[in-house]
């Protein structure tokens, strides 16, 4: 069971980004997938998950409106579109997993975690 994210990088302030999260070892059929950020001298925090199993979402008032979490089940991929970034969305952003319903963002909840991928937004 393995979650890998990708797509992180070097992006301007207004600026968008796509990272994304593939599965493999699993189908994410009945898992939820959440999106945490940590920023440098900070703890980790939970930013939008969604359930596979009803495509229900959750997203932190930080990044509503400017975020949009999906899931391409085909692929076994969930994606995080970030649109008009901050410099204070610097940060590594990880993808994580647990199996069940609903969508929370308490960490403990999640069994897989991926490694992380950086986005910077910088001009």
């Known amino acids: 069971v393995q979650l890998q994210a990708s797509g992180g990088g070097l992006v301007q302030p207004g600026g968008s980004l796509r990272v994304s999260c593939v599965a493999s070892g699993f189908t994410l059929g009945y898992y939820a997938i959440g999106w945490f950020r940590q920023a440098p001298g900070e703890e980790r925090e939970g930013i939008s998950c969604?359930?596979?199993?009803?495509?229900?979402?959750y997203y932190v008032d930080s990044v509503k409106g400017r975020f949009t979490i999906s899931i391409d089940n085909a692929k076994n991929t969930v994606y995080l579109q970030m649109n008009s970034l901050r410099p204070e969305d610097t940060a590594v952003y990880y993808c994580a997993g647990y199996y069940g319903v609903g969508v929370v963002l308490t960490q403990s909840s999640y069994d897989y975690w991926g490694q992380g991928t950086l986005v910077t937004v910088s001009s």
């Open positions: 969604i359930s596979s199993s009803d495509g229900s979402t």
